[in-house]
C-alpha cells in the first residue's frame, strides 16, 4: 500500500512537470510568432513597432532583413532622423544618415604620391593598401588611378551645389551625397579610372574587370554595387571603392552585401 502511494505521487509529479514544459513552449512559440525579430543579438526592443509597421510595407523581407533595415533607419527617408558620427574609425560607417560635421577632421591622413592626381589624401592604412593594389596591378599592365580621395566638407558642398544647380536636387541626391554626408569625407574612400578613360566609363574598362576579381584581396569593396541603390541610396557607381580591410571585404564579397548590412549585423553593436 505504501509502495503504490509512493509511485502515484511520483506519477502526478512528472504528469505535472510535463505539462508545465508543454506551457512554457506553447508560450515561447506563441512569442516567436508574435516577435519574429527578437531572435537575432542586433535586435533592438525600442524599435519593435518600427519592424511591425515595416514588415507591413515590406511583407517578403525576412524577420532578419526588417531588422536590419529598420536600424539602418531606411524605414525613414534619406536625410531624415540622421545621426552624427563624431569619431574617426577604420571602420566607420558614412551615409545618408549618418553624417560627419563641418569640422571632423581624420587623423592618419597623408599623401597619395603615386597612382593617383595631384594632391590625393588618404587615410594611411588605405593609401598603404591602395598602392600595394595599384602596384600589382600594373605588373599585369592596367593602370588604377586615383581621381578623387579624401574630400574636405566646403569641397563636397561646393560639388553638391554645382550638381544640383545643374541636375535638380532629386537627380543630384541620387550620385552626390550632400556636405557631411560623403564617404570621401573619411579619407576611406576611393574614386578611379584607368587614366585613359573617363571615370563613369571605368565598368568598361579591363582594371575593372580585374577589380572584381582581386580589390577584396587588398581590403577593398565595390561600395555602391547595382541593385543596392534602395540600401546605399545610391547609383552603382563601379568607380567608388572603400577600404575595410582584407577579412570584411573577403565576406562582403562571398556574401554579396553591402557595408550598410555587415555594419548593421556585425559593427553596430561592438
Ligand atoms: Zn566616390
Known sequence: MKKGMIILIVLIIIVATLCVIKNNNKKINEEKRNNPYQEF???????????????LNYPNLTAKDIVLRVNMNLDNSFYTN???????????????????????????LVSVDSFAKEGMKLDK????AFI?????????????????????????????????????INNAD???????????????????????????DFENTKEFTWMKENAYKYGFIL????????????IYEPWHYRY????????IKENNITFEEYYY?????S
Do not use: C, W
Request: aromatic share 16%.
Open 41 to 55: 543579438n542586433f535586435y533592438k526592443n525600442e524599435y519593435l513597432e518600427r519592424y511591425k509597421k515595416y514588415q
Open 132 to 168: 600595394k593594389m595599384a602596384t600589382d596591378a600594373k605588373k599585369k599592365n592596367l593602370n588604377l588611378r586615383a581621381i578623387s580621395t579624401y574630400r574636405t566638407y566646403d569641397y563636397q558642398a561646393n560639388l553638391y551645389s554645382n550638381y544640383a544647380k545643374s541636375d535638380g
Open 265 to 269: 549585423e556585425f559593427l553596430e553593436k
Open 125 to 128: 592604412d588605405t593609401k598603404d
Open 82 to 108: 540622421t545621426k552624427e558620427v563624431t569619431k574617426f574609425n577604420p571602420l566607420m560607417l558614412v551615409n545618408k544618415y549618418n553624417y560627419l560635421s563641418k569640422n571632423f577632421k581624420v587623423p592618419t
Open 244 to 251: 575595410v580591410g582584407y577579412k570584411i571585404a573577403k565576406y
Open 174 to 200: 541620387t550620385y552626390s551625397a550632400r556636405p557631411g554626408f560623403s564617404e570621401h569625407h573619411t579619407g576611406l574612400a576611393i574614386d578611379l579610372d584607368n587614366i585613359t578613360k573617363i571615370f563613369t
Open 223 to 234: 561600395r555602391y554595387p547595382k541593385d543596392k541603390e534602395n540600401i546605399t541610396g545610391y
